[in-house]
C-alpha cells in the first residue's frame, strides 16, 4: 500500500507540476499580449483585477443565493441566452473548411455524394463524420444555417452544465458554480456559436464521456460503455479520440489497476477494454455505413498523416498554416508520392534541435496566451471592427485571469499533496498541449480545451474566495462542499 502511494502521489505531483508550468506560460504570454490589446500593462492588470472581482462576486451569490435548481435553470437560461442573442444578430456566413463540408452537406441531404471523389475528402477522410451529421440535420429540418446554428447553441448550454457537474466531482459546490457561470459567459464560445465549426458538437462528447468516468454512482456495466461511445462519436465528428484515450488509459493504470492488483482485488480490465472497443466499433460502423452507402471509397482517416507536422514545424510560420507548404504538397499527387515529399520536409526542419526547440516554446505561447480567434471568424465579414476590438479585449481580461487562477489552483492542490480528482482533465490538457508542439496551431484550437481549463482554475477561485471571505461578510457555515452529481 505504502509503494501504491508512493506512486500515485509521484505521478500526481510530476502532473500538478507540468500544469503549473503551463498555466504560468499561459498566464505570461496572455498578459503580454493583453498589454497590446488594451494598450498599456496598468491598463491590462486594471481589467484582470475587475474580471477577477466579477468572477469571484459571481461565484459567491450563485453559492449563497441560489438552491441548485435555481442555480441550474439561471445557468441553463443565461447559456441560452447569450448564444442565442448572438446567432440571431450576427449571421456569420460559413468559411474556409466549415464552407466546403456544409456545400458536401446539402449536396448529401439530396442524395448527391459526388463530393466524395474530391480531393479534400480523398485526403481528410474523417471530415466525411461531421458532414454527414450536418446533412442528416439538413434532411430532417431543412438547409436553414439557423437550425444549425440554433444546435450550436443547445450543445453549449449543454456543456455549460457538464462543467458544473464535472467540476463538483472534482472539487465543490462553489468551484462548480464558479466554473458552470464562467463557462456559460466565456466570450470566444459564444461568438463561435454562430459559426459552422464541428467543435461545438464535439466538445460536449468528449466532455460527456469525462463526467461518465468521473461518475462512479452510475451503473458500472453501462458507465464505461459509455464512456467509449461518447468519445467515439466524438471522435468521429472531430479526431481527437486518442488524446483522450490514453490520457483516460493512464488514469485508470495509474488509480484503478494497479490499486486493484496490489489489493489483489479484480481489477477492472475488462470494463476499460470496453472502452477501447465501444470506441473502435463506432469508428468501423460509422466507416463501412459510408463505404457501403456510397460516399467514399476510404475508412474515416487521415491519408496525408505528414501534413500537419510539416506545417506544425514550420519555423517561418510559427507552426501555423503556410502558403508555401500548400504549394509544396500540390504538385505531387495524394499518396504515396505526395507523403515521401512531405516526410522529408520534416525531417529537414527537423534537423536543427536547436530551431525546433524554440519553434516549439514560440508555438507554446502562441497557443496558450495569444490573442483568441473567436471575432475573426464569427465577425470577420460582418464588417464591425468597434465591436471586435471591444470583445477582444474583454476576451483577453477574462483569458488572463482564468490563468491567474488556474496556476492558483494547482499550486493550491500541489501544496495539500494533489488527489485524484483534477489528474484525469490535466492529463488531456498536457497532453494536447504536447501533441500541438509538433503539428500545426491555431488559436481556435484552444476552443477545444477551453472547458478543461475553466474546470482546473474553478478551484483557484475557490481558494481566493476562501482567503477573502471576512470581505463577504459570511457568518452562518460554509455551504460549499455539498452533492453535485447528476
Not at 507540468?18 to 498555466?23: H, I, K, M, T
Amino acid at each position: 500500500m505504502s509503494k501504491q502511494r508512493t506512486l500515485s502521489s509521484m505521478f500526481t505531483a510530476v502532473v500538478l507540476g507540468a500544469g503549473c508550468l503551463l498555466f504560468a506560460a499561459a498566464l505570461a504570454a496572455s498578459f503580454v499580449n493583453g498589454a497590446s490589446a488594451w494598450g498599456s500593462p496598468l491598463k491590462i492588470g486594471s481589467a484582470v483585477i475587475a474580471a477577477a472581482g466579477v468572477m469571484l462576486l459571481a461565484g459567491y451569490a450563485a453559492d449563497r443565493y441560489l438552491s441548485r435548481r435555481q442555480y441550474l435553470a439561471l445557468l441553463a437560461a443565461l447559456g441560452f441566452g447569450l448564444r442565442l442573442v448572438w446567432v440571431l444578430w450576427i449571421d456569420t456566413p460559413p468559411a474556409s473548411d466549415f464552407a466546403f463540408m456544409h456545400a458536401a452537406a446539402l449536396n448529401a441531404a439530396h442524395g448527391d455524394f459526388s463530393f466524395g471523389a474530391d480531393e479534400y475528402f480523398r485526403g481528410w477522410v474523417y471530415q466525411l463524420g461531421f458532414t454527414m451529421y450536418e446533412a442528416l440535420v439538413i434532411k430532417l429540418f431543412g438547409g436553414s444555417l439557423l437550425v444549425l446554428k440554433l444546435l450550436n447553441v443547445l450543445y453549449g448550454v449543454g456543456t455549460s452544465l457538464l462543467v458544473y457537474a464535472i467540476a463538483g466531482k472534482l472539487f465543490n459546490e462553489f468551484s462548480a458554480r464558479a466554473a458552470g457561470l464562467l463557462y456559460a459567459c466565456y466570450i470566444p464560445h459564444v461568438l463561435m456559436s454562430s459559426v459552422l465549426t464541428n467543435q461545438h458538437l464535439s466538445i460536449f462528447l468528449y466532455l460527456l464521456g469525462c463526467w461518465l468516468l468521473l461518475n462512479r454512482g452510475l451503473a458500472a456495466k453501462w458507465r464505461w460503455i459509455g464512456i467509449g461511445l461518447a468519445f467515439g462519436l466524438g471522435h468521429i465528428i472531430r479526431p481527437l479520440g486518442p488524446i483522450f484515450l490514453i490520457g483516460f488509459a493512464l488514469y485508470v493504470l495509474i488509480f484503478e489497476l494497479i490499486p486493484a492488483f496490489r489489493l489483489r482485488a479484480r481489477p477492472p480490465i475488462a470494463k476499460a477494454i470496453g472502452v477501447f472497443a465501444a470506441f473502435y466499433l463506432v469508428q468501423l460502423v460509422v466507416s463501412y455505413a459510408l463505404i457501403a452507402g456510397g460516399v467514399t471509397t476510404y475508412k474515416l482517416s487521415n491519408r496525408e498523416p505528414y501534413w500537419k507536422f510539416m506545417v506544425g514545424l514550420n519555423a517561418a510560420t510559427d507552426g501555423n498554416w503556410s502558403v508555401e507548404d500548400a504549394k509544396l504538397a500540390a504538385r505531387y499527387p495524394l499518396g504515396p508520392e505526395r507523403d515521401e515529399a512531405e516526410l522529408a520536409v520534416v525531417k529537414e526542419r527537423l534537423a536543427d534541435k536547436g530551431e525546433v526547440a524554440a519553434l516549439m516554446a514560440r508555438k507554446l505561447v502562441l497557443l496558450w496566451g495569444g490573442a483568441d480567434s473567436a471575432t475573426m471568424w464569427s465577425l470577420g465579414e460582418m464588417g464591425k471592427p468597434e465591436l471586435s476590438r471591444l470583445l477582444d479585449r474583454w476576451e483577453r481580461s477574462m483569458y488572463v485571469t482564468l490563468s491567474a487562477f488556474g496556476l492558483v489552483s494547482l499550486i493550491a492542490l500541489l501544496r495539500r499533496g494533489g488527489g485524484r480528482e483534477p489528474i484525469l482533465p490535466l492529463l488531456l490538457w498536457l497532453g494536447y498541449a504536447a501533441v500541438h508542439l509538433a503539428i500545426e496551431v491555431q488559436t481556435r484550437y484552444r476552443l477545444d480545451f477551453m472547458p478543461v481549463l475553466i474546470l482546473l482554475q474553478s478551484y483557484g477561485i475557490y481558494v481566493l474566495y476562501e482567503r477573502m471571505r471576512p470581505f463577504f461578510a459570511l457568518h452562518e457555515p460554509s455551504q460549499t462542499g455539498r452533492d453535485v452529481s447528476m
